[in-house]
């Protein structure tokens, strides 16, 4: 049984940070790329930040510079430090894991988690 299961959701003010965990079992973690992806109120789901098997990083735009991704392979578990939160990056938060390379195509994921809602309010 593959589970992804986020952790750290919750409500801050803009300004403030939040550290978002996703625990994996079931899977080679280590093999495998990690990412977070965003799915804002009337929005598609997009990927924010991921983080390959080697450690290599990407982010969206939107995110660049507030965003930090970081895995921790002896703990199954790959981290979204958020800092400076805006409203805009209100969202429910999926982790999810795929056997390549990073990619923005959602459909490329091979596992996904459950989800947990981020809130920045004003």
């Known amino acids: 049984q593959v589970q992804l299961v986020e952790s750290g959701g919750g409500l801050v003010q803009a300004g403030g940070s939040l550290r978002l965990s996703c625990a994996a079992s079931?899977?080679?973690?280590?093999?495998?790329?990690m990412g977070w992806h965003r799915q804002a109120p009337g929005k598609q789901r997009e990927l924010v930040a991921a983080?390959?098997?080697?450690?290599?990083?990407n982010f969206a735009d939107s995110v660049r510079g507030r965003f930090t991704i970081s895995r921790d392979n002896a703990k199954n578990t790959v981290y979204l430090q958020m800092t400076n939160l805006k409203p805009e990056d209100t969202g429910v938060y999926y982790c999810?894991?795929?056997?390549?390379?990073?990619?923005?195509?959602?459909?490329?994921?091979?596992?996904w988690g459950q989800g947990t809602q981020v809130t920045v309010s004003s």
């Open positions: 983080i390959s098997n080697r450690g290599s990083t």
């Open positions: 079931g899977i080679i973690f280590s093999t495998n790329t």
């Open positions: 999810a894991a795929r056997r390549g390379i990073i990619s923005t195509a959602q459909s490329l994921w091979d596992y």
